[in-house]
């Protein structure tokens, strides 16, 4: 996922526990709730997962639940025609996660964004079929429900069939969004007729709209399994719709979906003061960049600075700076490039770059580090493009089980092709489309069958006794490892709650000289104190985040002000 800064979205020790099966990492501590709770960004996908919880359900048949409904009531964030990474804490304490990334068709090539002998730009490369990449959300979500679902698969499905089915009324952030993504959202026949009138403006908030194929569909996977939506008429029409895409037609084949397979990926975990973090590794490039931020400021006593400290917020920026360099330059698809994942968490190397944070001024320049490990791959002058399309959710069941979810489209309404009710992603765009620079390849360049790289970074904290005390998540592009670190930050050092940490203020300082403060807050108060350290600010709009929490046995959730978002107990 890739976001343009302007627009809606987006003392060093960090050892890995493990880079080997994800059954090796150290247990969590195992834990019982009163009540079990989901997180999402709508309050009907949120209802979706507690219908599961309130049946006997695992926090792993709620999360996939609430995935289906936000296919529904969010069509402009995720869905089944997207992908998602997927992150647990099963009862005994075992860490699992799930890789649903979606994958590049076989024919894709290092110049699938060329055209005339030029790359495209990102506006121009999203509408229509080459930036739609292999869905793996259903994939992910099949693969996770036969390991710890307790309902079965066709209840799952349920509340978002109703919804389709039945109609659910149009928000207006919603409206918002259809608004400002006019071109997306109506780019077919179908978007137009569901969410637009007779003139082509969108319709009112408060409109139900009913999405009777989508229904349908839904109704197909729920009866036969993942696999009414890999193979048969759902994959040949995938496949036909982005071969005669209006605009930028693909060369996907039948073969790239029905060999579509979601991937175990071994969790990444470290310490950040004494509390473990564990998240994905790549191609998520999210749970690096958490990492690299919080250990970059672990010598410095955040706690002691204040939430209402522009040096607090300076080191901070400084920070992400030099993570986002990092990140940059070195992250992509595992299966493809060497990702030095244990170089970029490597205690002397996250020394060095710490050290590079001055107090009392900005970094003139930042640019990435040589980590143990790295090879000369080196980040293209791709174009990042808006992110709109990113939803995260956290489902915790009483019996312990965990789950920190996000699932994505990449832009507002992906690529703005609807085939069976649902919107198809763009997630291809999240390849760097300039594959090469002085003559070196791009870590992030495109290739048949790789999955991008992602700034998604489902995440699980769990407190010095070993026992869980956050599951958290974000969307926003690559504002997403920022939101999460500054939340960590809000619950570890300044002693916040989970939705007072969300609520709190973006800064967002990618490796660039421009560090951006949320508008609207009290960090826009603090611009002048900012530049006085060297910052180039400016303004931006703030993220979207949920998490849960946990206080003893009791469960407290955090859903964004800033979204339509909602936290419930069942």
Known sequence: MKSHPFLIVAALALVPVSFAAPAQARHAARQVYDKGMVSSADPRATEAGLEMLRAGGSATDAAVATMLALTVVEPQSSGIGGGGFYVAL??????????????????????WFFKDGKPMTFRDAVP???????????????????????????????????????????TPRTRQFLDFAKGSAGFTPA??????????????????????ELARTLEQIARRGAKAFYSGANARAIVATVNTASRNPSQMTLKDVTSYRAKDRSPLCGTYREYRICGMAPPSSGETTVFTVLKQLERFDLKALGPDSPTAWHLIAESMRLAYADRARYLGDADFVKVPVAGLLDEQYLRSRSALIDPGKSLALVTAGTPPGAEALVRADGTAGPEHGTSHFVAIDRRGHAVTYTSTIESAFGSGLITGGYYLNNELTDFDMVPEREGRPAANRVEGGKRPRSSMAPTLVFAPDGKLRLAIGAAGGTTIPAQVAKSIIGVIDWGMSAQDAIAAPLIFAPEGPVVFVEAGTKLEAMIPALKALGHDVRTRPGGKANAVEVIGSTLRGGADPRSDGTAATE
């Open 191 to 212: 978007g137009m007729a569901m969410f637009y009138d007779a003139s082509g403006q969108p319709l009112p908030a408060g409109t139900m709209v009913r999405n009777p």
């Open 128 to 170: 229509g079929g080459t930036s739609v990449g292999v869905p793996g959300n259903l994939a992910l979500a099949e693969k996770a429900h036969r390991r710890h679902g307790r309902l079965k698969w066709s209840r799952l499905f349920q509340p978002a069939i109703r919804l389709a089915r039945e109609g659910w009324a149009i």
């Open 90 to 111: 099963q009862p005994g304490g075992k860490i699992e996660t799930i890789d649903g990334r979606e994958t590049a068709p076989a024919a894709a090539h290092p110049q």
